[in-house]
């Protein structure tokens, strides 16, 4: 298996009083590329946190984190940035948009901030607007744009480093049921387009079927890792 994202045994303490809280409790995920993980479970039991420590935003107590082949508990935080750009793409529920920028601009100032050459990126950009189902020449602003449309901008914009690991956390909270489904089969089809490990943090289990493994919480610890039946695809 060509491992992507690979965290073992990994465990996430917090302070708590006079004790500590385990936002993580010893836990096993080990996702190939083109494979699409749900992550549900209920408020408090360690999605987020999952996601903070599989991005590198977070160091765990205890435990490895391998992106790519690279463990990122042995870098230092410079190198784990330079990791988090080249392997990581990352997708909040709110869209984290520049108000002043196209869509077009949000995805090639990204790639402007690390040097690239901006007639590349801009070919790039254009590209992957187009895949998410927008028009790259529309210049739209994100006030310009509905909800699901600035998911779009989003998630297209996380893909602009060709990531090895997509972290997507509730991206469909803010959306109602149609558009939610259709930004869920949008990263179904961009795992699959781009071969990119892709773990979803969501609240409705509705839409678990749209992917390939469903990984259960509770208090930190993950409670099953099973396949979902294809049938139900
Ligand atoms: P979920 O995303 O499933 O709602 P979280 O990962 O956000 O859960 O939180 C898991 C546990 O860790 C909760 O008990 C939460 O209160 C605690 N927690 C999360 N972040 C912090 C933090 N920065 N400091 C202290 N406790 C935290
Ligand atoms: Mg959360």
Redesign the pocket.
Known sequence: MNTALNLASVT?E???GDGT????DDVNVKLARGEFLS?V????????????VAATL?RPTAGLVVIGGIDAGGLSEAERTSLRRDQIGIIFQQPNLLPSLTALEQLVIRDHLRGKPARAATRRAAELLDLVGLDPAAGKRPHQLSGGQRQRVNIARALMGDPAVLLV??PTAALDHDRSEAIVRLLRHVTEEFGVATVM?THDTGFVPLTDTVAS?RD?RISALRPVSPSLA
């Open positions: 996430l917090y302070p708590d809280l385990k936002a993580l992550l479970g209920p408020s408090g039991s360690g999605k987020s946190s999952l996601l903070a977070v956390d509730e943090v919480m930190g």
